[in-house]
């Protein structure tokens, strides 16, 4: 079964430093996510993307956040100035239509140090 | 803003004892209703979608209903391995794209 693949699983920087999430989504999904969840909390929506553009992005989602879809297959989340509140679990999804479910990857264990 | 609330926060069960899970939606708008499962230090995995009051998904041990406020996930006579996070969201008519979700109900199963 197709499935979203993430890289790395684990990802240790210094306060200040920029980071790439990197994601491989479904190859035939149209609808690329980013989620987060800190620890013991809500998994939360960061940001969506389709048609080669962001569709709907959340407050958390600030000037240090960005996203990008260099090629056919990756789909990247940059944080540029990484903060110590930065640290959770980053979630990758990807879905085929606008309301289809969301399909999600394991997830980049980002920890700023 | 789409409010979901999960109860209850925690279920200790034994192998075998049946039971279900809530799922409180934000009622207007509401275009799908999400149950998902999620293991320690791993992503959400897709379950069910539920779209409409009265229809329901049934996967093994596992069903989903809806109703016009809220969704239970019933687990019939649950073994060990269905210990996890059962995680409820919804898309609403506010947001094309974005999935609110619940806190969450951690499944224990002892054998």
């Known amino acids: 079964e197709p499935e979203v693949t993430q890289t790395p699983s684990h990802q240790v920087t210094q306060m200040g430093q920029e980071v790439i999430l990197r994601c491989v989504p479904i190859?035939?999904?149209?609808?690329f996510y980013w989620y987060r969840q800190i620890l013991g909390q809500k998994v939360e929506f960061l940001v969506s993307f389709y048609n080669n553009e962001i569709s709907e992005k959340s407050e958390i989602f600030d000037d240090q956040f960005s996203v990008e879809r260099p090629d056919g297959s990756n789909f990247t989340l940059k944080i540029r100035s990484t903060k110590l509140e930065d640290s959770a679990m980053y979630f990758c999804?990807?879905?085929?239509?606008?309301?289809?479910?969301?399909?999600f990857g394991n997830g980049t264990r980002l920890t700023v140090t | 803003e789409d409010q979901v609330t999960q109860s209850p926060e925690a279920l200790r069960l034994q192998e075998g004892e049946s039971s279900s899970l809530n799922c409180s939606y934000t009622?207007?708008?509401?275009?799908?209703l999400f149950w998902y499962r999620q293991d320690p230090g791993k992503g959400p995995e897709f379950l069910f979608t539920l779209y409409s009051a009265g229809e329901e998904k049934e996967k093994e041990r596992l069903k989903a209903t809806l109703t016009k406020k809220e969704s239970f996930l019933h687990i019939t006579a649950p073994k060990p391995e269905d210990s996890a996070t059962y995680l409820c969201?919804?898309?609403?008519?506010?947001?094309?794209?974005?999935?609110?979700f619940g806190k969450g109900t951690l499944l224990t199963v002892n054998p």
């Open positions: 969201a919804q898309i609403s008519g506010g947001s094309n794209y974005k999935l609110t």
């Open positions: 009622v207007s708008g509401l275009r799908g």
């Open positions: 999804a990807s879905g085929g239509g606008r309301d289809s479910p969301l399909h």
């Open positions: 190859s035939n999904h149209l609808y």
